[in-house]
C-alpha cells in the first residue's frame, strides 16, 4: 500500500515537429515572412518547456513525499493485526457442543466473516496473556512494530494517552459511543473517547456444587448452599480442603493464581470495598489502601492461607478440573468454564454474589478497543471496528455484543446488546454479574495503574506467604505507591 504521495513530473519536452521548408507557406494566411515569426516562436516555447520540465524534475527529486493513510480500496490488499488477550480455545473458536457443532460464534468467526465480505482485508491475531498484555503492547509500540486493533483495559489506557500511542476515534465513532453505550467513562481520558467500550465486568463467586454437598455444605433442601459473607468462604474453604498423605493438598477450598492481579489484586479489592475502604484518595494523590479496613480485609484472605485451604501452588483454573471448591471470579471464565463441564454446567457450577465483609459490594472494571497511532491503515481498522462494534443485526444486536454476551461471558457495554441479549446476560451464570452491578464500584483509572496494582500484588503476596503481617504489607504498598503518584498528581 503507497503511504506516501509521489510526484509525476515530466522527463523532458518534445520538439514541434516542422511543416515544411522556411520559404514556404503553411497555410492560407501566412506567407515567408510569417513562417519565420513562427519557427522563433516555436523555438523559445521549446526552451521554455525544458525549462520547465527539468524544473519539475528536480523538485520532485528533492522534495520529501508526505505520509498519508490511505483509505482502503477493493484493489489494496490489507492486512489488519488485533492485539488480544483471549487465549482460551471456545474465546477465539467458539463454543461447540459435544458433537462439534459450533453453537456460539468466537472471535475468529467474525473475522472470516469480514474477510468474506472484504476480500481485501485480512487479520493476524497477536494473542497475549493478560498478565503480559499490557507490557507487550508498550514494547511493540516502541519498536515501530504496535498492532493495528488493540484491545485495552481501561486503566492502562491513561499511560498510552499521555505517550500518544492511541489514534482518536473518527467523528462518527465518536458520536456514535457517546449516544449509544451504557457508560463511557473507562473509554474515556482526559475527557476524550479513545475507543468502543467493549465491557463493563465485575467479581462474583463461583462455588462447585457437587464438592459442597460432598463437604456437607447443604441448606434444608440439601442443597449446596452458598457462602454470602467472607467468614462463610473461610469457614467453607476448610471443609472443603482435602490432603494426600504427605500434606500436599488434592483439593483447594479455595483458590487463586499467583501473580494475576485479575486473581490476586481485583478480590482484595472488592473485598476491601465491601467493608468500606478505598484503594486511593479521589484525587489520586495518595494510597489509603492501608486503613484500618484496608487491613481488616487482608487478615480475611491470609487466614484462608493459615487455615491450610490454599498454597501458593494452587490455580484459580483448576476449578475447571473440579479440584477447587471455590473461586472469585469475573464473568468472562463463562466460556472456558462452560466448555470443560458441557451438559454438566449448570448443575456443577454455582454462581453467588461477592462474598462481603460488612455490605455488598464488589469491584468492577471494564475494557475498550481502538486503533494504534502508528497503525498505516487506520481508516480500514476504523472500518472494520464499526462493521463489528455497532452494526445492527437483525436480532437488533452487534457482533461484537453477541460474541461478549454469548461466548466470551462478558457484560457487553453498548445498551443495544445489554438490553437484547436477556437470555445469555438472563441465565444462572451472568444474570448475579449483571444485578450486582449497582453494588459495584469502579476501580480508579489512574496514570501507572499496573504499577501501583504490581506493587500491591507484591505486598499481598508477601502477607499470604507470612513474610509481612497485613498491616505491614499494606503500609510498605501505600508508602511505594505514593511515591509513584507524585510524578503525575502533585
Not at 499490557?134 to 515501530?144: C, F, I, P, T
Not at 498510552?160 to 482518536?168: D, K, M, N, T
Not at 476448610?238 to 483458590?255: F, H, M, P
Amino acid at each position: 500500500m503507497d503511504s506516501g504521495i509521489s510526484a509525476n513530473a515530466p522527463s523532458g519536452a518534445q520538439a514541434p515537429q516542422q511543416a515544411g521548408q522556411p520559404d514556404q507557406p503553411v497555410g492560407p494566411v501566412f506567407g515567408p515572412q510569417s513562417n519565420k515569426k513562427k519557427m522563433w516562436l516555436m523555438i523559445a516555447i521549446a526552451a521554455a518547456l525544458v525549462v520547465v520540465a527539468g524544473f519539475a524534475v528536480w523538485y520532485g527529486l528533492i522534495r520529501k513525499p508526505t505520509p498519508t493513510i490511505q483509505a482502503n480500496t477493493t484493489q489494496e490488499k490489507t492486512s489488519l493485526t488485533y492485539a488480544v488477550h483471549w487465549l482460551e480455545d471456545p474465546q477465539i473458536n467458539g463454543i461447540k457442543d459435544k458433537n462439534g457443532k459450533l453453537v456460539s460464534k468466537g472471535l475468529q468467526q467474525y473475522l472470516d466473516e469480514y474477510t468474506a465480505l472484504h476480500p481485501n482485508v485480512t487479520f493476524k491475531l497477536s494473542q497475549t496473556h493478560v498478565s503480559k498484555y499490557n507490557d507487550a503492547l508498550k514494547v511493540a509500540a516502541d519498536s515501530g512494530s504496535a498492532p493495528d486493533i488493540y484491545q485495552i483495559y481501561s486503566t492502562w489506557g491513561p499511560s498510552y494517552v499521555r505517550a500518544g500511542l492511541f489514534a482518536e476515534p473518527p467523528a462518527g465513532v465518536k458520536t456514535d459511543i457517546e449516544n449509544n453505550y451504557v457508560s463511557t467513562v473507562g473509554a474515556t481520558i482526559d475527557g476524550k473517547i479513545w475507543g468502543y467500550p467493549t465491557e463493563i465486568d465485575n467479581y462474583a463467586l463461583l462455588y462447585n456444587k457437587t464438592l459442597f454437598k460432598a463437604a456437607g455444605i447443604v441448606d434444608a433442601q440439601g442443597n449446596a448452599k452458598a457462602p454470602k459473607t467472607w467468614q462463610d468462604v473461610v469457614d467453607d474453604a476448610k471443609k472443603l480442603t482435602k490432603n494426600d498423605s504427605a500434606g500436599t493438598i488434592t483439593q483447594y477450598g479455595v483458590a487463586f493464581t499467583r501473580d494475576t492481579d485479575w486473581s490476586v489484586v481485583d478480590p482484595y479489592l472488592s473485598l476491601l470495598f465491601s467493608n468500606g475502604g478505598d484503594f486511593l484518595t479521589s484525587d489520586y494523590k495518595r494510597a489509603v489502601v492501608n486503613s484500618a479496613a484496608g487491613v481488616a480485609a487482608l487478615d480475611q484472605t491470609v487466614q484462608l492461607f493459615k487455615n491450610k485451604s490454599v498454597d501458593s501452588a494452587s490455580n484459580f483454573f483448576d476449578f475447571k478440573d473440579g479440584k477447587v471448591g471455590m473461586v472469585i471470579a469475573p464473568p468472562w471464565t463463562k466460556g472456558t468454564f462452560a466448555a470443560s463441564y458441557g451438559d454438566k454446567f449448570e448443575a456443577t457450577v454455582g454462581v453467588a454474589p461477592f462474598p462481603y465483609m460488612s455490605k455488598p459490594g464488589s469491584m468492577s472494571y471494564s475494557w475498550f478497543t481502538g486503533v494504534m497511532k502508528d497503525s498505516t491503515h487506520q481508516q480500514a481498522a476504523w472500518d472494520f471496528l464499526k462493521w463489528f462494534s455497532s452494526d445492527h443485526l437483525s436480532d437488533g444486536t452487534t457482533r461484537y455484543g453477541t460474541l461478549l454476551a454469548n461466548t466470551i461471558g462478558a457484560i457487553p457495554a453498548r445498551k443495544e446488546d445489554f438490553n437484547a441479549h436477556k437470555s445469555s446476560l438472563g441465565d444462572f451464570f451472568t444474570s448475579v454479574y449483571v444485578n450486582q452491578m449497582k453494588d459495584a464500584k469502579a476501580e480508579p483509572n489512574v496514570l501507572e495503574s499496573s504499577t501501583l496494582k504490581a506493587t500491591l500484588m507484591t505486598e499481598i503476596q508477601a502477607a499470604w506467604d507470612g513474610k509481612k503481617t497485613s498491616q505491614q504489607a499494606l503500609d510498605s504498598a501505600a508508602s511505594s505507591i505514593d511515591k509513584i503518584l507524585d510524578q503525575y498528581y502533585k
